[in-house]
C-alpha cells in the first residue's frame, strides 16, 4: 500500500541526496565551472573520470532535517514516530513546509579548445534528478493529533533523466564571450501528485474526508482495475510492475555570456535550462479524483499514544484520465554574477545571485565571495549566502589543478550541526560539489593578465 505521508515524507528527506554550489561560480580552474554559464571555460581541455567527474546536489527550502529528525530513546526517528511527543513534533514547522533538490551525476566528460585557444567547445552525459515537496502544518497536525483540517495543496514531484549535451563557447569581442549549450533528453521516471482540496473532518464513529486532486505516473505505469460503477482506476499494489523507460524526449538549451568590463572587472549572465520534457501517453498515467473517503483515521490507545492515519493512494479512486502525453518545462534558472580582481588577479570578491524555479516556489540565493588564486594550479574561495529569508549559509571551495589532475570540492555544510554520520540536520538550503578529471590539451588563454 502507498500511503500518502510516506511517499510525501520520503520526498521532504531527499535532502540527504548530494545541484551546484554557489561558492564554486568564481573557480577558474574548476571544469564544473561551466554548469552555471556555458560561456565560462576550465583553464584547459579534460576528460572527466566516469561517474565521478562532477557529482553535484542543490536543496532549498524552507525547512530542514532537524524539523523531521529528531532523537527518541538515544535513537534517532521522524517526527512521525508515535513515541514523539505532538509538541516537539509540530514546534518547528511553517504554514506551508517546502523543500527541492535537485541531483546531478556526470557519466561522461570531456572537452577542449581550440587552435586559437580562445573557442572551447565540450560533450557531456549526465544524469539528474529533481524532486519537490510540499506539505501544510495542518496535515502534520491531523497526523501527530487527529485534528481536523484542510490540506490543500499538498503535493510532490519527482522526475528523473538523462542529458546528453554539447557546448560551445567563443568570443563576439575582445572582450566579450557567448557560450551556448544544446541538450537532448530522455526521460527515466516521473511521480507527482497535487491535492486541491483534502478537508478531513470526524464523523460519528470513523474519518471522513473530501478529496479533489490529481496524480501524474510515467515511466512506473500502475495497472487499472473497474470500480462498482464502471469507472476504471488505478491499482497502486502493482506499481512498478511495468516499467516502459524511455518515458520521453526533451529538449533543453543554456545561453550565457561573459563581459570583461575592465581587466580586473567582470560580468556574466545566463539562463539555464529553457525547455520542456514531454512524457509519452504509451508510458504514462493521468488519474483524477474527486470524492468523499472514509478511513480509519487516529486512533488513541491506552497508553495515550496515537496511531498514524490508515490512508492509502489504493482508498483514493484515481479515474483514469484522458492521456495524450504529458508535457513540462524544465526547471530553469537564472544566474548573474560579478567579480572584481586585484594583485594580478590573485585575489577576486565576487557577488552572485540565482534564481531557480522550482515545481512550487521560486528560489532566491545572494552570494558574496572571496577568491584566492596563488597559483595557476590552486584556487580556494570562501562564501556567505543568503537564502530568500529562508535561511543564510557559509560555503568554501577548493580547486587542485597541476598538469595530472583537476580536482574539485565545494560545500557549505562545514557550520552546521550534523549527526555522527556527517548528516547535516540542521540547514534548510545546501550544496555539495565534487568532480575529478583529466587535463588534456592546450591551455586557453582568455584573459590578458595571466597568474603565473
Excluded at 572527466?48 to 526517528?77: E, R, S, W, Y
Aim: aromatic share 12%; proline share 3%; hydrophobic share 40%.
Amino acid at each position: 500500500m502507498k500511503k500518502i505521508y510516506t511517499l510525501l515524507f520520503a520526498a521532504l528527506l531527499v535532502v540527504s541526496a548530494s545541484a551546484q554550489n554557489a561558492t564554486s561560480y568564481f573557480m577558474e580552474g574548476s571544469v564544473a565551472r561551466s554548469q552555471w554559464n556555458p560561456a565560462f571555460a576550465p583553464n584547459r581541455g579534460y576528460v572527466n573520470i566516469p561517474f565521478i567527474g562532477g557529482i553535484q546536489a542543490d536543496v532549498q527550502g524552507n525547512i530542514a532535517l532537524d524539523n523531521f529528525l529528531t532523537m527518541q530513546n538515544g535513537k534517532l526517528t521522524t517526527i512521525l514516530n508515535s513515541g514523539v511527543p505532538a509538541s516537539l513534533a509540530l514546534a518547528g514547522l511553517d504554514d506551508m513546509n517546502r523543500i527541492g533538490a535537485g541531483a546531478k551525476l556526470d557519466l561522461i566528460g570531456f572537452g577542449a579548445y581550440t587552435k586559437n585557444k580562445r573557442n572551447f567547445w565540450s560533450v557531456e552525459v549526465n544524469m539528474r534528478v529533481n524532486a519537490d515537496a510540499r506539505a501544510p502544518y495542518q496535515f502534520f497536525d491531523f497526523v501527530k493529533n487527529g485534528n481536523s483540517g484542510n490540506f490543500a495543496n499538498l503535493g510532490m514531484s519527482l522526475d528523473s533523466y538523462i542529458e546528453t549535451s554539447f557546448s560551445y563557447s567563443f568570443p563576439i569581442i575582445d572582450k566579450l564571450y557567448l557560450g551556448v549549450r544544446g541538450k537532448f533528453l530522455v526521460g527515466a521516471a516521473r511521480v507527482a501528485f497535487n491535492f486541491s482540496d483534502f478537508e478531513a473532518y470526524m464523523g460519528a464513529d470513523r474519518w471522513y474526508a473530501h478529496t479533489a486532486g490529481t496524480l501524474e505516473v510515467s515511466g512506473l505505469v500502475p495497472g487499472t482495475d473497474v470500480s462498482s460503477d464502471g469507472t476504471r482506476i488505478y491499482n497502486f499494489d502493482d506499481m512498478g510492475e511495468e516499467v516502459k523507460v524511455p518515458a520521453g524526449y526533451g529538449f533543453g538549451v543554456d545561453i550565457g555570456a561573459t563581459y570583461d568590463i575592465l581587466p580586473e572587472l567582470q560580468l556574466s549572465l545566463s539562463v539555464n535550462d529553457i525547455g520542456f520534457m514531454a512524457w509519452s501517453s504509451e508510458s504514462s498515467a493521468v488519474g483524477k479524483v474527486d470524492e468523499d473517503v472514509e478511513f480509519t483515521g487516529v486512533e488513541i490507545g491506552t497508553d495515550g499514544e496515537a496511531t498514524q492515519p490508515s490512508l492509502d493512494l489504493d482508498e483514493l479512486s484515481f479515474a483514469v484520465a484522458d492521456n495524450s502525453g504529458l508535457t513540462k518545462a524544465l526547471r530553469a534558472s537564472v544566474n548573474a554574477g560579478a567579480e572584481y580582481s586585484i594583485l594580478n588577479r590573485r585575489i577576486g570578491f565576487g557577488l552572485f545571485y540565482s534564481a531557480k524555479f522550482w515545481e512550487y516556489k521560486t528560489r532566491h540565493n545572494l552570494t558574496a565571495s572571496v577568491n584566492f588564486r596563488p597559483f595557476k594550479w590552486l584556487h580556494a574561495s570562501g562564501s556567505f549566502s543568503y537564502f530568500g529569508g529562508d535561511s543564510t549559509a557559509a560555503g568554501v571551495a577548493l580547486n587542485i589543478c597541476p598538469g595530472f589532475i583537476n580536482l574539485f570540492v565545494a560545500t557549505d555544510l562545514l557550520l552546521c550541526e550534523k549527526t555522527p554520520q556527517w548528516v547535516p540536520i540542521s540547514q534548510s538550503n545546501m550544496n555539495i560539489t565534487f568532480g575529478m578529471a583529466v587535463p588534456l590539451g592546450r591551455r586557453g588563454e582568455r584573459h590578458l593578465t595571466k597568474i603565473k
